[in-house]
């Protein structure tokens, strides 16, 4: 975000709480717009992706680091992948679950999480598979691209472990093919996530998309559905055919924590 104004200025015992927000109002209007849209909608969805993570320690997929700078998501996140190329499948997500060791949510999924408990949102609808919003302690959470902490066989849907997936090539009831339950290129979503998050967005009087660049159908069409407000939080532009009422530019996890201190005035 850029440093309109220095932020100390919040913690500033001589001031009043209307001279505090005067001052946020001038120096970060969009945030202040924010934090009015959610105190005036009686129901927020949030909808974040790979950008909500990144802070957390684990990579997006279409920055310069992002993971499809340098694998082509064709050959390994595909149901073809699976099928016709499984070394290759199976390294590129042992290697995602590995790289999940020892992460842990930041303070801006702590502060999603504190917002629903006091009916400031109402539900997360993600395209993350890490599952950091529900570890941060978040209760309404549709994961649309589904999980990559639990494992199935492809073929017969046996469930199994995660050292199981690690250490093996093949399902031991059926010798299917081993996977992380997150949904493939070429797979639909998964239905009552999906109409849920659907549902959710389309009765929402104010929608915050955090960190997605919003390139991948069906999740994309998902903003359009709601008649309410829509604000959109990411470090970059994002390509876009969709007219964002607001547009907060800045790292998730910093314009949370900010959000945050302005509702504690
Ligand atoms: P992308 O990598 O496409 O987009 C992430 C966006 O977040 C980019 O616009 C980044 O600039 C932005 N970003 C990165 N760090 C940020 C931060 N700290 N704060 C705010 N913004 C930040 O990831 P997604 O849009 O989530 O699907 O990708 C959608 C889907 O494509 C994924 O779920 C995955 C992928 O292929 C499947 O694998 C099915």
């Known amino acids: 975000m850029e440093h309109n104004g220095d932020w100390k200025t919040l913690s500033n015992e001589a001031l009043t709480k209307e001279e505090k927000l005067k001052w946020a109002k001038v120096c970060y209007p969009e945030l202040v717009q924010l934090v009015q849209l959610l105190q005036s909608s009686t129901y927020t969805v949030v909808l974040t992706g790979a950008g909500m993570s990144t802070e957390s320690g684990i990579p997006d997929f279409r920055s310069q680091s992002g993971w499809w700078k340098n694998i082509d998501p064709r050959k390994v996140a595909t149901v073809d992948a699976l099928e016709e190329h499984y070394s290759l499948f199976q390294e590129f997500y042992q290697t995602r679950v590995k790289a999940l060791e020892n992460i842990e949510p930041h303070i801006g999924h702590y502060i999603l999480a504190k917002w629903e408990k006091k009916n400031l949102i109402q539900a997360i609808a993600t395209q993350n598979v ?136």
């Open 130 to 265: 890490d599952g950091l919003h529900q570890k941060s302690g978040s209760k309404t959470v549709y994961p649309l691209h589904g999980s990559i902490r639990s494992f199935r066989c492809h073929h017969c849907d046996q469930a199994v472990k995660e050292e199981v997936f690690m250490n093996e090539d093949s399902c031991s009831i059926c010798g299917g093919k081993l996977r992380p339950n997150v949904v493939l290129f070429g797979e639909t979503l998964p239905s009552d996530v999906w109409d849920s998050a659907y549902q959710s967005i389309e009765q929402a009087d104010l929608v915050i998309v955090i960190g997605t660049s919003l390139e991948v159908y069906p999740v994309n069409e998902l903003p359009s559905l709601t008649k309410g407000k829509t604000v959109l939080v990411n470090v970059d532009e994002v390509s876009g055919f969709y007219p964002f009422d607001v547009i907060v530019k800045g790292k998730a996890k910093e314009v949370l924590e900010k959000l945050n201190e302005l509702l504690e005035l």
